[in-house]
């Protein structure tokens, strides 16, 4: 007698929810055989979204969306209903939400006199465009282990194209040079309208509310138990690894071996980029915590000692300087600053992208959602969210560093590059700090050795699904890089007869071609 598969997913972040969809949807599992296990009380990983009006919302990041790209991500969520609209899935909705409101940045650049700064021209020498399309040629090969300062010159760093690209991306001169040229090659449309944000999409609200809550409930509804508190700390392997035969886990305080049959399957979110994340307050800047204080790193770290087919951790979370950035969400009870920010940049909140001011020192960002921003926002609460690349450097206007800052001196160092009034506009903020650690720990400079294949070499039921494992073609710290990894886990475990969506080679296109040719000659 066959017995049904059992899917065990460790690590509630979008990469299990989409494993899960994907097995019910396409693999023919059953809901009820599904079950997740997350350390935290609350599913989504790194697409969070918290807090309310009085305590002030906790955003630690907000991801760029296209339709241009983001291929299995809009394939797995024309399947899931939309919770507010009947009828609807969540890709009509985010489709129609975009149709009402389209990016197009008019301050995109801010420099240190408050002049909206001219990114009609991408600043380029000739020397840049040379080394940039040898950048982009290479072999990945060549680039191993390389970082993007050893393929282009220092001057390329100063130009208006990198602090745009750098800022909407969130990448280091000291990041991985292969990383680099995928995003080059990925986003090659995104080339010409860099400027504008033209080909940024949004979600209704924060991507928790709009893409992790619809899913989770779906997933629900189909069966699935999402067990809470319960931290995954090893899993039982076959003496040549390739099979999982039972979990170990750490649940309210009471340790428990799950029975693993050979038919069963095992999903592992190996690593966070949120992982030891820390929030600040108005008034206290936020903890300094790393892997030690979290373990969240600890059973991937466990599971690679001596087998090479699961990957090399300590290749992203070596070097914390390297990989970490500091995030701010500001609650507002007072139109002020919206009203303020919407006469300066000529954006109406949700229309503009991020506004980068290129002369700060902590190379600050901030961006103005369409509100409400939080399902359940009340009228007359406004949020908005912002970051600084460079939270280790002291302020111009504030004379510390950034992680040392409280929110309101991050506050009145926002206000010094604008230069508003503080009281005028933040007399009722509230400013909630957050430090990241690892945020940009995947694109640490690597061998292509140091990622795991979502099915790693030789495993016969044990899947990796995170920003930490090996997609050709594709590119880590998006929403699209766990779905596609999850996808692909899937159809190969379940042998499902369905095409993973492609990427969607718009680098090969002519006209995308010559469009960001003439870019770059602007």
Same mark, same amino acid.
């Given at each position: 007698?066959?017995?049904?598969?059992?899917?065990?997913?460790?690590?509630?972040?979008?990469?299990?929810?989409?494993?899960?969809?994907?097995?019910?949807?396409?693999g023919?599992?059953?809901?009820?055989?599904?079950?997740?296990?997350?350390?935290?009380?609350?599913?989504?990983?790194?697409?969070d979204?918290?807090?309310?009006?009085?305590?002030?919302?906790?955003?630690?990041?907000?991801?760029?969306?296209?339709?241009?790209?983001?291929?299995?991500?809009?394939?797995?969520?024309?399947?899931?209903?939309?919770?507010?609209?009947?009828?609807?899935?969540?890709?009509?909705?985010?489709?129609?939400?975009?149709e009402?409101?389209?990016?197009?940045?008019?301050?995109?650049?801010?420099?240190?006199?408050?002049?909206?700064?001219?990114?009609?021209?991408?600043?380029?020498?000739?020397?840049?465009?040379?080394?940039?399309?040898?950048l982009?040629?290479?072999?990945?090969?060549?680039?191993?282990?390389?970082?993007?300062?050893?393929?282009?010159?220092?001057?390329?760093?100063?130009?208006?194209?990198?602090?745009?690209?750098?800022?909407?991306?969130?990448?280091?001169?000291w990041?991985?040079?292969?990383?680099?040229?995928?995003?080059?090659?990925?986003?090659?449309?995104?080339?010409s309208?860099?400027?504008?944000?033209?080909?940024?999409?949004?979600?209704?609200?924060?991507?928790?509310?709009?893409?992790?809550?619809p899913?989770?409930?779906?997933?629900?509804?189909?069966?699935?138990?999402?067990?809470?508190?319960?931290?995954?700390?090893?899993?039982?392997?076959?003496?040549?690894?390739?099979?999982?035969?039972?979990?170990?886990?750490?649940?309210?305080?009471?340790?428990?071996?799950?029975?693993?049959?050979?038919?069963?399957?095992?999903?592992?979110?190996?690593?966070s980029m949120?992982?030891?994340?820390?929030?600040?307050?108005m008034?206290?800047?936020?903890?300094?915590?790393?892997?030690?204080?979290?373990?969240?790193?600890?059973?991937?770290?466990?599971?690679?000692?001596?087998?090479?087919?699961?990957?090399?951790?300590?290749a992203?979370?070596?070097?914390?300087?390297?990989?970490?950035?500091?995030?701010?969400?500001?609650?507002?009870?007072?139109?002020?600053?919206?009203?303020?920010?919407?006469?300066?940049?000529?954006?109406?909140?949700?229309?503009?992208?991020?506004?980068?001011?290129?002369?700060?020192?902590?190379?600050? !960002?901030?961006? %103005? /959602?369409?509100?409400?921003? $939080?399902?359940?926002? @009340? &009228?007359? +609460?406004?949020?908005?969210w912002? #970051?600084?690349?460079?939270?280790?450097?002291?302020?111009?206007?504030?004379?510390?560093?950034?992680?040392?800052?409280?929110?309101?001196?991050?506050?009145?160092e926002?206000?010094?590059?604008?230069?508003?009034?503080?009281?005028?506009?933040?007399?009722?903020?509230?400013?909630?700090?957050?430090?990241?650690?690892?945020?940009?720990?995947?694109?640490?400079?690597?061998?292509?050795?140091?990622?795991?294949?979502?099915?790693?070499?030789? !495993?016969?039921? %044990? /899947?990796?699904?995170?920003? $930490?494992?090996?997609? @050709? &073609?594709? +590119?880590?710290?998006?929403?699209? #890089?766990?779905?596609?990894?999850?996808?692909?886990?899937v159809?190969?475990?379940?042998?499902?007869?369905?095409?993973?969506?492609?990427?969607?080679?718009?680098?090969?296109?002519?006209?995308?071609?010559?469009?960001?040719?003439?870019k770059?000659?602007?």
């Amino acid at each position: 007698m066959n017995h049904p598969i059992k899917a065990y997913l460790v690590g509630g972040g979008i990469g299990s929810l989409a494993a899960a969809a994907f097995m019910i949807r396409d693999g023919g599992v059953a809901g009820s055989d599904i079950t997740i296990f997350e350390a935290m009380p609350l599913a989504g990983g790194s697409l969070d979204g918290g807090g309310n009006p009085d305590s002030g919302y906790t955003l630690r990041g907000g991801r760029m969306l296209t339709t241009d790209n983001y291929e299995c991500t809009w394939d797995l969520f024309q399947s899931i209903p939309s919770l507010e609209h009947p009828g609807r899935t969540v890709y009509d909705e985010t489709i129609a939400f975009n149709e009402l409101h389209k990016s197009h940045s008019r301050a995109r650049l801010v420099d240190r006199n408050r002049f909206k700064v001219d990114v009609t021209s991408m600043g380029f020498s000739m020397q840049d465009r040379i080394e940039l399309v040898k950048l982009e040629e290479a072999d990945e090969k060549d680039l191993d282990d390389s970082a993007i300062t050893d393929w282009l010159s220092p001057e390329f760093f100063e130009t208006k194209f990198w602090y745009m690209w750098a800022t909407t991306f969130a990448f280091q001169p000291w990041h991985s040079a292969v990383e680099f040229k995928r995003y080059l090659r990925r986003f090659m449309m995104e080339f010409s309208r860099i400027e504008t944000l033209a080909g940024v999409k949004r979600t209704v609200y924060n991507q928790y509310d709009s893409l992790v809550r619809p899913l989770q409930h779906w997933l629900q509804q189909q069966g699935v138990k999402v067990v809470f508190d319960c931290r995954v700390e090893d899993l039982a392997l076959s003496e040549d690894a390739s099979t999982v035969t039972a979990i170990h886990c750490v649940r309210e305080g009471v340790a428990q071996v799950i029975a693993v049959g050979p038919q069963d399957l095992v999903f592992f979110q190996n690593g966070s980029m949120t992982d030891a994340s820390s929030f600040g307050s108005m008034h206290g800047a936020p903890p300094k915590l790393d892997k030690r204080d979290s373990q969240g790193w600890a059973l991937w770290e466990k599971l690679a000692k001596g087998r090479p087919q699961f990957g090399n951790p300590a290749a992203f979370n070596s070097s914390i300087p390297e990989s970490w950035w500091e995030s701010f969400t500001v609650t507002l009870k007072d139109p002020a600053f919206f009203d303020r920010m919407e006469r300066f940049t000529g954006n109406v909140a949700g229309t503009g992208g991020l506004v980068t001011f290129k002369d700060s020192n902590w190379f600050m !960002s901030v961006v %103005l /959602a369409h509100q409400p921003h $939080f399902a359940g926002q @009340p &009228e007359g +609460v406004q949020v908005f969210w912002g #970051y600084g690349l460079h939270p280790d450097r002291i302020g111009n206007f504030v004379a510390k560093p950034m992680a040392e800052c409280t929110g309101e001196e991050i506050l009145r160092e926002l206000c010094g590059h604008l230069n508003f009034d503080y009281e005028a506009v933040m007399s009722n903020a509230n400013c909630i700090p957050c430090r990241m650690p690892y945020i940009t720990s995947m694109f640490m400079p690597r061998q292509h050795s140091d990622r795991p294949l979502p099915v790693p070499t030789g !495993s016969r039921n %044990l /899947a990796m699904v995170s920003q $930490f494992v090996e997609v @050709p &073609e594709d +590119v880590v710290f998006t929403v699209e #890089y766990s779905v596609r990894a999850a996808q692909m886990a899937v159809y190969q475990l379940l042998n499902v007869q369905r095409e993973v969506p492609p990427v969607t080679a718009h680098d090969e296109s002519l006209k995308v071609k010559f469009d960001a040719l003439l870019k770059a000659f602007k």
